[in-house]
């Protein structure tokens, strides 16, 4: 059901083109509705974007093999079209441009990152085509008026931002006052983690807390050392992180390898990183923000539960330790299309927009309600932490499925 075309034949493509055409669909008399995306297969997003990807293709397959969408007395299945950005924004916008132009693609997936989201949508916008995307969670995307532009996930001030007050709580027990706490953090310089950062700043700003680190991650973000001797030497009580997987990963690393910790210490993209695969007993204690977990109680009728979902996504992907967020809510995506396409009984692009402002359903990732702007206003974020191989839920406490460990415990 889908069918990957990359600028040039490389061999850092090879496995992502191997998955995609696991689900091509071949030439029948069936109908089909072609989705499209310009999604990183190569670059530094490349690992994150398979994630992305293979989340698409579950959900297609699943649609498919319980009869498709039903429009008018006509049956339909989906298949993808999709296409290699390089994780490069200008590229991406090229590319998404050429899906509607050239290939006559009306119905958009996102791709990965804000960065990229943000280069697509002025271009679906232009041209009057929707985007449901899973990817892009910059609140800059939901600020700019578009109407065409929509979001599975909750928006990037929401990933970390919740660490410090959850920090604030658990220092106030041991008689520390929040006005007392020191703050290092790192962030890459792209518009998702620069959101991330301003969530977290407003949060210290809030409580009195004191930073006595603010650096920008490296580009290639495969070096932290500056920043992890800074930690080591001042010693702050709340460390966090974000630079997508490859940051979290060089984080993780560069904490053990110079003996460097902090009572609480929390990353962006745990999971897709694979903290507890690479560095094991060394990854416990870290916190974790997550669009999804597998123990959250969500089900619709498609997945099943969350849980169902997990397990259904391991046996279909075996080389998955954990299953990542970013799988999950690209899954979801193809639900919410499936959903328009029922409800507008039509393949207008202008009466699918319109189902997509009014969508408001549950599934196994969560409930999905956009607001005006286009973001998804019905479900929140959890933090999960790293105990013992596991990532356990642990905050908010309504969603919990574990106690949280404070402080950190380094084990290197």
């Known amino acids: 059901m889908s069918i990957l075309i990359s600028r040039t034949a490389r061999l850092a493509g090879a496995a992502a083109v191997a998955a995609a055409l696991a689900f091509s669909s071949q030439a029948s008399a069936e109908n089909y509705i072609t989705l499209g995306s310009a999604i990183s297969v190569s670059g530094k997003y490349s690992k994150e974007g398979e994630d992305a990807m293979n989340g698409y293709n579950l959900g297609v397959k699943m649609i498919n093999e319980h009869g498709g969408v039903k429009i008018n007395g006509e049956t339909y299945k989906f298949k993808i079209k999709y296409y290699d950005d390089e994780s490069t924004p200008a590229r991406t916008a090229e590319l998404v441009e050429r899906l509607i132009k050239q290939d006559g693609v009306k119905y958009l997936l996102g791709p990965y990152s804000s960065a990229t989201t943000k280069a697509a949508a002025p271009v679906t916008e232009q041209y009057r085509i929707p985007m449901v995307e899973a990817e892009g969670a910059s609140r800059a995307l939901f600020s700019q008026g578009y109407r065409y532009l929509f979001a599975a996930l909750s928006t990037s001030e929401d990933y970390l931002g919740p660490v410090i007050p959850l920090a604030a709580d658990l220092f106030k027990k041991k008689g520390r006052k929040p006005s007392s706490l020191k703050v290092a953090m790192a962030f890459e310089n792209d518009p998702f983690s620069l959101d991330v950062r301003a969530g977290v700043v407003a949060q210290v700003k809030k409580l009195g807390m004191k930073i006595v680190v603010d650096d920008k991650l490296p580009r290639d973000l495969s070096d932290m050392t500056a920043t992890i001797t800074k930690v080591k030497a001042l010693r702050p009580d709340i460390f966090v992180v974000s630079g997508h997987d490859k940051g979290a990963a060089t984080a993780g690393r560069q904490l053990k390898e110079l003996g460097a910790n902090a009572p609480i210490v929390a990353f962006t993209h745990c999971e897709s ?140």
């Open 273 to 412: 990183a694979g903290l507890t695969v690479k560095y094991g007993k060394a990854a416990n204690g870290i916190l974790c923000p997550t669009q999804w977990a597998e123990t959250l109680k969500y089900h619709d009728k498609l997945f099943g539960t969350a849980m169902d979902y997990y397990k259904l996504f391991k046996t279909t992907y075996p080389k998955y330790h954990i299953v990542p967020y970013q799988a999950a809510q690209a899954s979801a995506v193809i639900q919410i299309w499936a959903d328009a396409f029922q409800r507008a009984q039509s393949l207008d692009p202008q009466k699918l927009r319109d189902a997509l402002a009014a969508t408001d359903m549950e599934t196994f990732y969560g409930h999905i309600k956009f607001g005006p702007r286009g973001n998804n206003i019905a479900k929140p974020m959890v933090l999960r932490q790293i105990q013992n191989d596991k990532y356990v839920v642990v905050s908010p406490v309504k969603y919990a499925s574990g106690k949280i460990e404070f402080p950190r415990k380094a084990q290197y």
